[in-house]
Nanobody, 126 residues
Framework: QVQLVESGGGLVQTDGSLRLSCAASGRTFSGYMMGWFRQAPGKEREFVAAISKSGGRQYYADSVKGRFTISRDNAKNTVYLQMNSLKPEDTAVYYC???????????????????WGQGTQVTVSS
């Protein structure tokens, strides 16, 4: 089992940048595929990005491709989401999540992730 705590959210203007962090407890962090999701008011939680156990492979939603970068530091038990060129439609609560069951495939469904953080609010003003 792993506990996840996100940080780094806040208020930023359009075209600004933010870096989210997700710190994981437990010794087996490197054994999990990790993902970032977001949920805007009145909408379902949606996939943003995922990263392989070693960090060598990434997978992005089309809406953030080229603007967001997911990375991880297994020595620090932390996964990051660098968000550039932010738009008002990126406003949401951002969650990190751990997928304990996939060995290779980077997955995008919320049901495939077993562990979740509490979320951090990102607000982009126009």
């Amino acid at each position: 089992q792993v506990q996840l705590v996100e940080s780094g959210g806040g208020l930023v203007q359009t075209d600004g940048s933010l870096r989210l962090s997700c710190a994981a407890s437990g010794r087996t962090f490197s054994g999990y595929m990790m993902g970032w999701f977001r949920q805007a008011p009145g909408k379902e939680r949606e996939f943003v990005a995922a990263i392989s156990k070693s960090g060598g492979r990434q997978y992005y939603a089309d809406s953030v491709k080229g603007r967001f970068t997911i990375s991880r530091d297994n020595a620090k038990n932390t996964v990051y989401l660098q968000m550039n060129s932010l738009k008002p439609e990126d406003t949401a609560v951002y969650y990190c999540a751990a997928d304990p069951n996939s060995d290779y495939v980077l997955r995008s469904r919320t049901s495939e992730y077993a562990y979740w953080g509490q979320g951090t609010q990102v607000t982009v003003s126009s």
